[in-house]
């Protein structure tokens, strides 16, 4: 906070009919405290993390163009990870700052037949209010319910936490396991080009995904909820707010006549350098209806598939046995 | 500092244009700036608390665009445009007034450094849920740290000014 640029003054301007979000509509609008530095001056505050250039445009191919360019982009959303990984230089800023949240058309949901379509500028707040999500897709109502706090969920946007890639990125887990997909856009001799991939192999490594440098994330593809849809979401952490996940599993599946699961994909979260299903869980539970001792089962083939590290959250150890225990409880309640 | 600057010229600031507190302010933001920096150090509106800079205590919540957000982490050239209220403009906000009284007479306020995060999510919670409830005033705080009161007195004070406000009970929308 030791900006060499001092503050300075601001110029304040009377406002006409807008006025206090808070305000009660039809109240009389409540005397505002006077700014308090002296006027001439607009106000600094000079942080200079490296960028050479600051950019916000409304239309994506001059998003796109600006990460083509030499040197790149450094993308802005939310901002609530890049503030930190700037801070601790995690994130090497690139040429330009690119804050998108002004390009058209990235913060819708759209209903489009059999899959939602997130913008990827949806704070995660809006998974929490959207009925359309709380019909469709259940699994990121109660993920996005366990992330972070309201004033997190306010800012960070879906896409964010997607490219991020957290292995504990807690909209992770869900998107792998309602089979979700990313579109990906870049421009390629002035035209925009997009390409859809599956969430499923999107993440590469910690932080890492197949989207290229000069790539935006533009939407999340989210299948529908089939009939008889079975999702669970289960976070470890310390406490309900404000956590990183220790462990984080979700699990769909579709129930079908005679209570067998079909489709059974199970995502585990920080357990591995990525965020990953458990293959050998899914194939004890795929069309099966699950006894106790199969629940058991699938629960340790899940452990086995998972490769946890010790760090300041949980040790390894912990990590597996939560998992297996968490697992086999999630199961044994989606077949009581 | 007299000495002559070695370094090369910072790159250049960039102008925004926002609302604060429902007045119209012009600033020169370094592209790395936070939004919690312009405002303490550009502003000198240092009811906003820097406490932890990593989003987890919550005492530098603002509102944007009627949400709260955490200060430290939201970017200052992203304030282009937008309408931010901090705890200094809820001052004569019904709601800021309700809530300033509750903590008041419920003793929800111990070293006072969470305060004015608390007073201002507290404020957005009011605006969604007229009359909140014990859980629904915790949960709304979950993203504000208090090491002083151990919370309880803050959530009375909550559901108190809610109370004292009037309007539809609680089970509304979380």
Known sequence: M????????????????EGNPLSAPGRPQAPMPEPLAGEGTPVRAAAHPGFARYLAPVRLEEALEAM???????????????????????????????????????????????????????????????????LHAPLLVLAA????????????????????????????????????????ARLDGGKVRTRRLPVDGFFTGPGRTQRAADELLLALHVPKAPAGAVQRFYKGGTREGLDISSISIALAARRGDGGALHEVRLALGAVAPTPMRSPGAERLLEGVVPSAERCAAAARAAADDARPIDDVRASAWYR????????????????? | MSAPDPLPAPPPEVAIAFTLNGVRQRASVGMGASLLELLRDGMGLTGTKYGCGEGECGACTVLVDGRSVASCLMFAVDADGRSVTTIEGLAHDPRGAAL??????????????????????????LQRCPQPDAAQASQAIEGN????????????????????????????PR
């Open chain 1, 2 to 17: 030791s900006a060499p640029g001092r503050p300075q003054a601001l110029m304040p301007e009377p406002l006409g009919g």
């Open chain 1, 68 to 134: 083509a360019r030499p040197g790149g982009a450094t993308v802005l959303a939310g901002g609530t990870d890049l503030m930190l990984q700037l801070g601790i230089g995690r994130v090497r800023p690139a040429a330009t700052l690119l804050n998108i949240r002004h390009v058209e058309g990235l913060e819708a949901i759209g209903d489009e037949g059999g899959e939602l379509v997130v913008g990827t500028l949806v704070p995660v707040s809006t998974l929490l209010a959207d009925p359309r999500v709380a």
């Open chain 1, 145 to 184: 319910r366990r992330f972070a706090s309201e004033q997190i969920r306010n800012a960070a946007t879906v896409g964010g936490n997607v490219c991020n890639a957290s292995p504990a990125g807690d909209l992770a887990t869900p998107l792998l396991a309602l089979g979700a997909a990313v579109t990906l």
């Open chain 1, 320 to 336: 597996r046995e939560l998992l297996r225990n968490m697992t086999e409880r999630m199961l044994a309640d989606v077949c009581a």
């Open chain 2, 100 to 125: 300033r009284e509750a903590f008041v007479a419920h003793g929800a306020v111990q070293c006072g450094f969470c305060t004015p995060g608390m007073v201002v999510q507290a404020a957005q919670l």
């Open chain 2, 145 to 172: 740290l208090c090491r002083c009161t151990g919370y309880r007195k803050i959530v009375d004070a909550i559901v108190a000014a809610g109370q004292s406000l009037g309007g539809p009970a609680a089970g509304g």
